[in-house]
């Protein structure tokens, strides 16, 4: 970088329960930041989950204008901005680009079948990023790296399919599809209308980025095919990264990555991951809240801070994450089970943080060995990160050091740095990731901590063979 004067760049992270807006400088830290909650879904009927109204751009407006009154430096040295949406979501636009029905969520059941036309006024089928390109730039145009799932991409050119067989099993005309950029690439500049919500200058380049998960990878520095990062949200899940396409993979799936012809590799995961430390959290009440106001912590501190004091393990106790049922199994439930009269509520809290890193570890071991790779150590990124705690359990598990991501917003910088390459801040994705994603704590694994948890993962693996019979019968009785 040449310029004397500073240069700065937003990060919008439009994700599952809220929009994060964040001022980077070209150092990857933090000048100013908003943020904005999402309203709940509505769901009219079973399997149509719908965000109303038009919440993704209210929401992405409210923590603009708040991240930019949060911003103490000069506007005119804000360089431009990158913009990273929710995964998976469908929106259906007319042809001025205003919705033409509710954007459907990831959790929608639609957006894993083709598109049906149901509206006369149907112009273009796009996704969330699609949506919120153009709120911003006017342009009708998308990142090629946000279009994993029931789309007619070809996976290895990430360019919309030739093939009018492809383009009708997918249900969509070729007519109904937004140009296409890669990560990097300009999508426009901010409109007089886009300014007026979101308080971001009128004229700045807006970048493209991926989908959120690739894009928070990015931010957290996730590079090479040796470092596995866990991402601790909604729904947990390990990723790693690499050039190949692999389309038939076994034990995971191959995702966009932020850079362009790159991929993220995903295991398999867990549903209402960090949900259920929530539940369990809540489900505790005002007891808990009491204790932690007495010390002046947070409950999750608290709970952290006790939980610490049970050894590894949980003498015995384990806990089986299915709180939310997959959809080839809607018998199953979740278990905790090994009850003996030695375990209190803290061992039920620590079970659960076992639990995620345990499953989270089977998928990703089986994932590295499809891909022929090892893992020298692991990033953990999300809120739960935040925790001494899970992060220990994390290396202990994996039995290798454990790097906590330093950034609170990753998605944010991770989008940040897509902009910063795309506007010639640097060189490229590495001389990015190297000035601008700084390392958090990192946690030694104790060896003798993850032999205990190598022989009770073993165990941990097999209640499911176990447990659902059990759940097949009370499922007819509960549902």
């Not at 994932?367 to 935040?386: D, N, P």
């Amino acid at each position: 970088m040449t310029s004397t004067r500073p240069r700065y760049f937003i990060g919008i992270d439009n994700g599952s329960q809220s929009s994060k807006v964040t001022v980077f400088d070209a150092h990857g830290r933090a000048v100013g930041e908003g943020r904005a909650p999402l309203r709940p879904y509505d769901t009219p009927r079973p399997g149509v989950v719908e965000h109303p109204d038009d919440d993704l751009w209210t929401s992405i407006g409210e923590a603009s204008r708040a991240a930019m009154a949060d911003f103490g430096g000069d506007v005119a040295d804000i360089v431009g901005v990158g913009l990273c949406t929710i995964r998976f979501c469908r929106a259906v636009l007319r042809a001025d680009g205003t919705l033409a029905q509710p954007v459907m969520s990831w959790m929608d059941e639609r957006v894993s079948l083709p598109y049906t036309a149901t509206n006369p006024d149907a112009a273009y089928v796009t996704t969330s990023s699609g949506y919120v390109s153009h709120r911003m730039t006017g342009a009708f145009r998308d990142t090629a790296a946000n279009y994993a799932g029931m789309w007619p991409l070809d996976s290895d050119t990430w360019q919309w399919t030739d093939d009018d067989a492809e383009l009708a099993k997918y249900g969509i005309p070729r007519d109904m599809l937004l140009e296409l950029v890669e990560p990097g690439d300009t999508l426009g500049t901010v409109t007089e209308a886009a300014a007026a919500h979101t308080g971001i200058p009128a004229g700045l380049p807006v970048v493209a980025t991926a989908n959120d998960k690739a894009v928070e990878a990015l931010g957290c520095g996730l590079r090479t095919p040796d470092t596995l990062l866990v991402s601790l949200g909604t729904y947990v899940a390990g990723m790693t990264t690499g050039p190949r396409n692999v389309p038939d993979a076994t034990d995971f799936w191959t995702n966009y990555a932020s850079e362009p012809h790159s991929y993220l590799y995903e295991s398999h995961g867990v549903r209402r991951g960090m949900w259920t430390v929530s539940w369990y959290r809540d489900l505790l009440g005002e007891e808990a809240a009491a204790h932690a106001r007495a010390a002046g912590v947070s409950v999750e501190d608290h709970l952290n801070s006790e939980a610490a004091k049970v050894p590894a393990g949980c003498d015995g106790l384990m806990t089986v994450l299915d709180w939310l049922a997959p959809g080839d199994a809607p018998f199953r439930k979740g278990s905790i089970l090994g009850f003996d009269g030695r375990q209190g509520r803290f061992h039920i809290y620590r079970s659960i943080l076992e639990a995620l890193a345990m499953t989270v570890h089977d998928t990703s071991a089986r994932m590295a060995a499809e891909l022929g790779t090892e893992y020298r150590e692991v990033i953990v990124s999300g809120g739960g990160s935040r925790s001494d705690l899970m992060m220990q359990i994390h290396a202990d598990v994996h039995g290798v050091p454990a790097r906590r991501a330093e950034a609170t917003s990753t998605a944010g910088l991770g989008a940040a740095i897509c902009a910063a390459v795309g506007l010639g801040a640097y060189a490229d994705f590495d001389e990015a990731v190297s000035a601008m994603v700084r390392p958090g704590a990192t946690f030694l694994p104790s060896s003798d901590r993850h032999r205990l948890y190598r022989r009770l993962e073993e165990v941990h693996r097999d209640v499911q063979g176990h447990t659902d019979a059990i759940y097949r019968r009370s499922y007819d009785i509960f549902g």
